[in-house]
T-cell receptor
């Protein structure tokens, strides 16, 4: 089955800097890669996703890149703000979603 | 638009007591429904999923069970809670094939004492 590894487990950045979170997956049949943001005590919120026929997708300050050959994908957040502080999860699926372990992002003001 | 509700929001139960958590979805028909557990604020473990009324697939053997009595209602139950059942329980929904574009509810914080 699919296995997703996510790095780093924690990330601290200064407000205004960029943040990058990376994930690798094992199943070459996976074709959908979402990213979720979870604030304390709340359910995860889908923030951006990418499908296997696309290499990059942007939505304002966030972007996701996918390298199918290397089987890894990344979340990029530019001009970070304190409200970006949260836990971020990547996931991959060709059928059932398999999640990474999460990254705690702290944006210091 | 679609919305997903979970209740209760928090629950404290003694070991050995029964459990019933409820999830309902509005604004869509025949959704796929999922129960996840999240321990220690990290990691999402899929417990059950359902593609239709009365259809339940279990992902891991455990002390819990799930039921889907109505199209947009999903219930997580236990006859006797264990300490290890403590955690944050999340319900999610999707349309189409199981997997893509899952949307999560607000969650239920369960503490077993």
């Amino acid at each position: 089955g699919e296995n997703v590894e996510q790095h780093p487990s924690t990330l601290s950045v200064q407000e205004g800097d960029s943040a990058v979170i990376k994930c690798t997956y094992s199943d070459s049949a996976s074709n959908y890669f979402p990213w979720y943001k979870q604030e304390l005590g709340k359910g995860p919120q889908l923030i951006i996703d990418i499908r296997s026929n696309v290499g990059e997708k942007k939505d304002q300050r966030i972007a996701v890149t996918l390298n199918k050959t290397a089987k890894h994908f990344s979340l990029h957040i530019t001009e970070t703000q304190p409200e970006d502080s949260a836990v971020y999860f990547c996931a991959a699926t060709g059928g059932k979603l398999v999640f990474g372990a999460g990254t705690i992002l702290r944006v210091k003001s | 638009s679609q919305t997903i509700h979970q209740w209760p929001a928090t629950l404290v139960q003694p070991v050995g007591s029964p459990l019933s958590l409820e999830c309902t979805v509005e604004g869509t028909s025949n959704p796929n429904l999922y129960w996840y557990r999240q321990a220690a604020g990290r990691g999402l473990q899929l417990l059950f999923y359902s593609v239709g009324i009365g259809q339940i697939s279990s992902e891991v053997p455990q002390n819990l069970s799930a039921s889907r009595p109505q199209d947009r209602q999903f219930i997580l139950s236990s006859k006797k809670l264990l300490l290890s059942d403590s955690g944050f329980y999340l319900c999610a929904w999707s349309v189409g094939l199981p997997g893509p574009e899952q949307f999560f509810g607000p969650g239920t914080r369960l503490t077993v004492l």
